[in-house]
C-alpha cells in the first residue's frame, strides 16, 4: 500500500526556520517525484516545488525559489521541505504528494502538515 | 507564466449536472494535459480526473473531464449529483518545469 505520511504540526516563531519531512512507503521512492503544495488558511493550493528522488533533479515555481529548499534521502524514503526566516504568511497546510509521470497526476498525498508562525 | 482561471463558486441541486470550467492564459491548454482533484474539508486533494478524460479507478462515471481547444479551456462534468461531491474541485496543469493549479471552485449541492 502506497502511504505518504507527514510530519505533525508546527508552531514557529518569525524568524525560526522548519524543515518538514513526507516519509514515503509501498514503492520504489527513487521513481517518482515528490511534489510539495501549499494551502494558506481559506485559500487554493499552490504548487511550490518538486524533486525526482533518484537524481535529485529539482524545480521550484518562481515564487517559492530561494524562500524555501527541497530535497530528499533516499536511505530512508524522504522527502523534506525547509522553510526558512518563517513569517506570519507562511501560516499554511503544506502538503507533499507523489507524482505519477506516466499518467501526469499527483496520485498520492501526504496528510498534511498544518504550520502556524506567531509571536 | 500560463495560468489557469476557475470560477469562485458553482452550486446545483442534487440529481443535476454540473460544469466546472478552467480556462488557460498565456498558453495553449491544449497542448497539456489537465487534471482535477477533489478536496473534502478537513482532507488532503484526490485526483478525480487525470490527463484531460481519464478517471483513477474508483471514481464514478458521473464525473467527467474535456477539453475545448476553442476557448482554451477545460471543463470538469459532473452528473446526478450527490450532497457528498459537495467540495472544493482544482484544476491543475503542467509542462517539462512548472505545475499549475487553478485557484479552485468551491461546489455546493443543495
Known amino acids: 500500500e502506497v502511504q505518504l505520511v507527514q510530519s505533525g504540526a508546527e508552531v514557529k516563531k518569525p524568524g525560526e526556520s522548519l524543515k518538514i519531512s513526507c516519509r514515503v512507503s509501498?514503492?520504489?521512492?527513487?521513481?517518482?517525484?515528490i511534489g510539495w503544495m501549499r494551502q494558506m488558511p481559506g485559500k487554493g493550493l499552490e504548487w511550490m516545488g518538486i524533486?525526482?528522488?533518484?537524481?535529485?533533479?529539482?524545480k521550484y515555481d518562481p515564487s517559492f525559489q530561494g524562500q524555501v529548499t527541497i530535497s530528499a534521502d533516499k536511505s530512508i524514503n524522504t522527502a523534506y521541505l525547509q522553510l526558512n526566516s518563517l513569517r506570519a504568511s507562511d501560516t499554511a497546510i503544506y502538503y507533499c504528494?507523489?507524482?505519477?509521470?506516466?499518467?501526469?497526476?499527483?496520485?498520492?498525498w501526504g496528510q498534511g502538515t498544518r504550520v502556524t508562525v506567531s509571536s | 507564466n500560463f495560468m489557469l482561471t476557475q470560477p469562485h463558486s458553482v452550486s446545483e441541486s442534487p440529481g443535476k449536472t454540473v460544469i466546472i470550467s478552467c480556462t488557460g492564459s498565456?498558453?495553449?491548454?491544449?497542448?497539456?494535459?489537465v487534471q482535477w482533484y477533489q478536496q473534502r474539508p478537513g482532507s488532503a486533494p484526490t485526483a478525480v480526473v487525470y490527463?484531460?478524460?481519464?478517471?483513477p479507478s474508483g471514481v464514478p462515471d458521473r464525473f467527467s473531464g474535456s477539453i475545448d481547444s476553442s476557448s482554451n479551456s477545460a471543463s470538469l462534468t459532473i452528473s446526478a449529483l450527490k450532497t457528498e461531491d459537495e467540495a472544493d474541485y482544482y484544476c491543475?496543469?503542467?509542462?517539462?518545469?512548472?505545475?499549475?493549479f487553478g485557484g479552485g471552485t468551491k461546489l455546493t449541492v443543495l
Open positions: 491543475q496543469s503542467h509542462d517539462s518545469n512548472n505545475w499549475v
Open positions: 524533486i525526482y528522488p533518484g537524481d535529485s533533479d529539482i
Open positions: 498565456n498558453g495553449s491548454i491544449a497542448s497539456k494535459f
Open positions: 509501498g514503492y520504489f521512492f527513487t521513481n517518482y517525484w
Open positions: 490527463q484531460d478524460n481519464q478517471r
Open positions: 504528494a507523489r507524482f505519477w509521470q506516466h499518467l501526469d497526476h499527483f496520485d498520492y
